[in-house]
């Protein structure tokens, strides 16, 4: 069994900061591409960051130089700073890893719980 657990939503006055952290735990064989995504009340899901277990990023091109993706790879944890945060940024965060649990299984997508995040103006 394998689940992803984020932390550190909350809520932030505009121009605030947040750091979000997701751990990966259970029978892991391998993990690849660790990422972040979000959705609004009446808005589809979408991507936010994405980070290879080379450490190659990804970004949603409208939140480039706010937000940072990074991931500690001996912890099967990835994390999202968020700087500068507007109101529009408020959502439901999610934490996505794409991970193995066995050398015979094939990768799979993992979904965690989802995380509040909301920005005051």
């Known amino acids: 069994q394998v689940q992803l657990v984020e932390s550190g939503g909350g809520l932030v006055q505009a121009g605030g900061s947040l750091r979000l952290s997701c751990a990966a735990s259970?029978?892991?064989?391998?993990?690849?591409?660790m990422g972040w995504y979000r959705q609004a009340p009446g808005k589809q899901r979408e991507l936010v960051a994405a980070i290879a277990s080379g450490g190659s990023t990804n970004y949603a091109d409208s939140l480039k130089g706010r937000f940072t993706i990074s991931r500690d790879n001996a912890k099967n944890t990835v994390y999202l700073q968020m700087n500068s945060l507007k109101p529009e940024d408020t959502a439901v965060y999610y934490c996505n890893a794409r991970m193995s649990t066995s050398m015979i299984r094939s990768f799979k997508d993992y979904w965690g719980q989802g995380t509040q995040v909301t920005v005051s103006s």
């Open positions: 259970g029978s892991i064989f391998s993990i690849n591409t």
